[in-house]
């Protein structure tokens, strides 16, 4: 479970859920980080995994509440 180990996010899936937290969809994130839609995607794919959420909210919410990003 995510509460029992350390949960180690990388620069770009906490660049991505920071974003996310915005408002912004993964298209404009794209256009921001420039690189694709897809690439955003699978950052944020990434990041739900490593902290078992089924929502890019949830994702936020507990990236917040681990003091992932800022």
Do not use: P
């Not at 995607?41 to 909210?57: G, P, Q, V």
């Not at 507990?62 to 800022?70: N, P, S, V």
């Amino acid at each position: 479970m995510a509460d029992e180990k350390e949960v180690v996010l990388s620069e770009r899936e906490r660049q991505c859920l920071r974003w996310v937290e915005e408002g912004k969809s993964s298209w404009a994130i794209g256009v921001i980080l420039k690189v694709s839609e897809n690439t955003v995607n699978f950052h944020i794919k990434n990041a739900m995994r490593k902290l078992e959420t089924s929502s890019r909210t949830q994702c936020v919410v507990k990236a917040r509440r681990y003091r992932l990003i800022e």
